[in-house]
């Protein structure tokens, strides 16, 4: 199984090391992202880790929880697609 990151990701990711860059700890950003980078390696064996996203209760969409983060993904037939990462307080809505 694949691991590719969707454009969306990697905003997200840029979002990420820019919030801890304006705090004036670069660092914290830097180590949040490779941690979330390293965590989701591990649904190239384990595709099926993360729940099932409440807010979409479809068996595709999943998430890796990885505080304070929601690493959302799409588990397809060879590859798992990270498509967003958000604050685990943010809710997610249906469209």
Do not use: C
Not at 15 to 24: D, G, N, S, V
Not at 32 to 61: C, Q
Request: proline fraction near 5%; charge should be negative; glycine fraction near 2%.
């Amino acid at each position: 199984m694949e691991l590719r990151i969707a454009r969306s990701a990697l905003d997200d990711l840029q979002a990420i090391q820019q919030h801890y860059i304006a705090q004036e700890v670069p660092h914290i950003g830097d180590e949040y992202v490779a941690a979330i980078l390293a965590h989701s390696e591990r649904l190239t064996d384990h595709p099926e880790a993360g729940r099932v996203v409440p807010e979409f209760n479809l068996d595709h969409i999943r998430e890796l929880i990885h505080p304070p983060f929601r690493v959302v993904y799409l588990r397809q037939a060879t590859e798992v697609v990270l498509i967003r990462i958000w604050r685990t307080e943010r809710q997610l809505k249906k469209l």
